[in-house]
């Protein structure tokens, strides 16, 4: 199994541009997440998707939106990038939000705005 | 929320046992200790949890103090690919908006 997939895996955007984040699992879980890695500041959560069909924001949505677009995969978008999320972002997935099961993270996309 | 507090960074011999600490003092009754690590350029990789007894897996062992206001991650055999950034978490979960909180974590530095 590939666990949790995550590309492009290094990016480059202008102030303003736009991209998206893939992420697909091949775990059959049903909640999928997004996190941002920045220096000096832990893992913050963006969005979630408790089940196929739902979305959340976490703690830092601004600028962020994301799509759900089946039950493998759960994409980030940046409409108008800017400096300020120059960051690694991660990918998650676990069987079910509410139960304790572990959260399985991808490799990261390293992504840095100029 | 319950908050997790870690020394930011330790150093352990290689095949010697690395002991991790993590304060969580104000962690509610219903609420499970996680550990998670994060190699350099990888993702965060799970490696135990639990809620008041102590737990032991292939990776590792966790033991709860009986009050559950700190922890301690035990890697019995450290070697160099157990350099990490370890991370101590308690699960909030408050309905839908269920979620971890990572904080900054320990550099566990191997030596050889």
């Known amino acids: 199994n590939a666990g949790v997939t995550q590309t492009p895996k290094f990016q480059v955007l202008k102030t303003g541009q736009s991209m998206t984040l893939q992420c697909a699992q091949d775990?059959?879980?049903?909640?999928m997440y997004w996190y941002r890695q920045d220096p000096g500041m832990g893992l913050r959560l963006i969005y979630y998707?408790?089940?196929?069909?739902?979305?959340d924001k976490g703690e830092v949505p601004n600028g962020y939106n994301v799509s759900r677009l089946n039950k493998r995969e759960f994409s980030l978008r940046l409409e108008s990038a800017a400096p300020s999320q120059t960051s690694v972002y991660f990918c998650?997935?676990?069987?079910?939000?509410?139960?304790?099961?572990?959260?399985?993270f991808g490799n990261g996309t390293r992504l840095t705005v100029t | 929320d319950a908050k997790t507090t870690q020394p930011p960074s330790m150093d352990c011999a290689e095949g010697r046992a690395a002991n991790l600490p993590c304060n969580h003092s104000?962690?509610?009754?219903?609420?499970?200790v996680y550990w998670y690590r994060q190699i350099h350029s990888q993702g965060p990789q799970y490696i135990i949890h639990?809620?008041?007894n102590n737990e032991t897996n292939e990776m590792a062992s966790l033991i709860i103090t009986e009050d559950r206001k700190s922890s301690t991650l035990i890697l019995p055999h450290a070697t160099l690919r157990d350099t990490a950034v370890y991370y101590c978490?308690?699960?909030?979960?408050?309905?839908?908006?269920?979620?971890?909180?990572f904080g900054t974590g320990t550099l566990l530095a191997v030596q050889p």
């Open positions: 998650a997935s676990r069987v079910l939000t509410g139960d304790r099961s572990p959260l399985h």
């Open positions: 775990m059959n879980h049903n909640s």
């Open positions: 998707s408790a089940s196929e069909g739902t979305t």
């Open positions: 104000t962690i509610s009754g219903n609420e499970y």
């Open positions: 639990g809620l008041k």
């Open positions: 978490i308690v699960r909030v979960a408050r309905g839908a908006t269920n979620k971890l909180i």
